[in-house]
């Protein structure tokens, strides 16, 4: 078998694809008329290979069956990292035993459909917190910037293994969609328990509970109380840099209209072009006074999400379903902001625990600035960097609801006038992204973990602790679902080497 790649048409492409194998696919939307980069798979003749050919896409996975004689090894999280890091050492015959806080998936998407309806928030099965992990409901973006993290492709086979989309294999930024995670996530669990390895739910790990067996610390970037207590029980920590901002949304229409340079969004060209190519996306950068200022997690056709873990806080995500079909485009919008930005506002704390209390200070601001029961506040963007109420604001997907409030001046000096510059930037380069028909609502402050559990980068081991393998984004080495799998994968190997030195 070889490839051939080929530039062509929306419309062109889209008869290849339901005709033959494709091996990669992308969008390049650069130039008014947009192409698609397709590799197509051709046998020795040079002939397209039928899509309904059967071929070995990928290597299958072999599982161990493992007893309670096999050697053990504990993971905290059952999100991407815990969860791979599970089924590599399933392939050597070590027994996961997986603590999990908060529920599994079917009861989580219970405790979010109350949440989303103002009905409470539990504080242990949420966004954040559950089987599945923050990614479970927050789009399941399969993408990561890094090329050096590890075979990403190996993790797209095995989600593809466990129920993804044939698209996973070959979309240059794949994407699952928050209604088909869970399914998903159900058959990875149903896969670890059949072959002998142990979930426990609705469990909190403690430091206290360690054995003289490995850990695999995958808690994610929101178990804010796990680092204090691992803070104090001597397990070296770091600030590191992360990013917080707001959500910004769109219509749908005028980011497709932006993106797609068209005139106008009711012909029958772009509803041609929509139904070939889907709702448009966008990834923006721009740098203010040494600040990285860029576009985060962005969803096409979706939606933006409660996505805090306490009550006296407001966070908010984005997340799209598969067919990413709503009428509104949202992404986090957020400022790179370095440890000495935050470190200085808290000088008493130790430098890890300043960058939580930085963190949570920002989460109560959007809190008290917001509405009862989980009501988010929010600004229309023009009226946000030009420093105006606003009196009404425009519709919006923030399921629990909106309230005015003048985020220009509560949101702290580090993030509020670089915001209000990148925007700018960014209208620059696409006249018109700068709209009152676009509204920002506050705050984006889950995109990373603030804090680092130092590892020994060869042997993933804590550097206090040789008992521990912190990973994923919880550890502060991952951000994202795929660069948290595949960090999952790396500590589950260190613990293999590990266990058969």
């Known amino acids: 078998m070889q490839t051939r790649q080929i530039i062509t048409t929306p419309h062109e492409a889209k008869q290849l694809e339901t005709s033959y194998r494709i091996q990669k696919r992308s969008v390049d939307a650069r130039q008014k008329n947009l192409k698609i980069l397709l590799t197509l798979l051709t046998d020795d003749n040079g002939q397209y290979v039928s899509r309904d050919t059967p071929l070995p896409l990928y290597e299958k996975p072999i599982w161990q069956n493992c007893t309670d004689k096999s050697p053990k090894c504990h993971i905290v999280g059952a999100g991407p990292a815990g969860l791979f890091a599970a089924l590599t050492l399933l392939q050597h015959g070590i027994k996961p035993i997986v603590y999990e806080r908060g529920k599994d998936v079917s009861a989580r998407k219970r405790d979010i459909a109350l949440l989303n309806r103002n009905q409470g928030l539990n504080t242990e099965s949420n966004y954040c917190f ?6 479970t409901f927050s789009d399941g973006k399969m993408f990561s910037r890094s090329k050096k993290r590890g075979d990403m492709q190996r993790v797209m086979e095995l989600f593809h293994y466990f129920g993804a989309n044939d698209t996973i294999l070959y979309e240059a930024h794949a994407h699952i969609g928050s209604d088909r995670l869970p399914g998903i996530i159900k058959n990875i669990r ?17 430091v206290s509970s360690l054995q003289d067996e490995p850990t695999i610390l995958a808690i994610g970037h929101s178990a804010h109380d796990t680092y204090r207590e ?3 029980a001597g397990v070296a920590l770091e600030a590191k840099g992360c990013a917080i901002g707001v959500r910004v949304e769109h219509p749908q229409t005028l980011i497709n209209r932006l993106m797609y340079h068209l005139s106008e969004t009711e012909s029958q060209e772009y509803r041609q072009l929509i139904d070939e190519v889907g709702n448009a996306s966008y990834a923006m950068v721009t740098q203010v006074s040494g600040h990285g200022v860029y576009s985060f997690c962005m969803c096409p056709g979706g939606h933006i999400v409660p996505a805090g873990s306490s009550p006296q806080s407001c966070v908010v995500n984005g997340m799209s379903a598969s067919h990413r079909n709503s009428p509104y485009a949202n992404s986090g919008m957020v ?7 935050y470190i200085n ?3 008493d704390l130790h430098p890890a625990l300043a960058a939580l209390a930085f963190q949570e ?12 029961s989980n009501q988010a506040p929010a600004q229309r963007l023009k009226d946000f960097v030009d420093g105006k109420d606003s009196k009404s604001l425009p519709s919006c997907s923030y399921l629990p609801g909106v309230v005015p409030s003048r985020l220009d001046q509560w949101l702290p000096r580090e993030i509020g006038p670089y915001l209000q510059q990148g925007f700018k930037d960014f209208d620059r380069k696409y006249h018109g992204f700068l ?5 920002i609502v506050g705050v984006e402050s889950r995109s990373s973990s603030p804090v680092r559990i130092v590892r020994n980068n060869e042997t993933m081991q804590s550097i206090s602790h040789p008992f521990i393998y912190p990973c994923g984004e919880g550890a502060g080495y991952a951000g994202g679902i ?3 799998a595949l960090d999952g994968i790396k500590a589950a190997e260190a613990v293999i080497r590990s266990l058969k030195l």
């Open 130 to 135: 559950g089987e599945g992990g923050a990614g």
């Open 230 to 232: 691992l803070f104090e």
């Open 190 to 206: 149903e896969c670890i328990l059949q072959h002998g390895g142990e979930i426990k739910f609705n469990t909190r790990w403690s």
């Open 345 to 347: 506002r808290h000088a």
């Open 482 to 484: 795929t660069s948290s």
């Open 435 to 439: 709209t009152n028909d676009a509204i």
């Open 361 to 372: 200070s920002i989460e109560y601001l959007a809190y008290m600035h917001g509405g009862p």
């Open 335 to 341: 400022v790179e902001l370095h440890p000495e930005d």
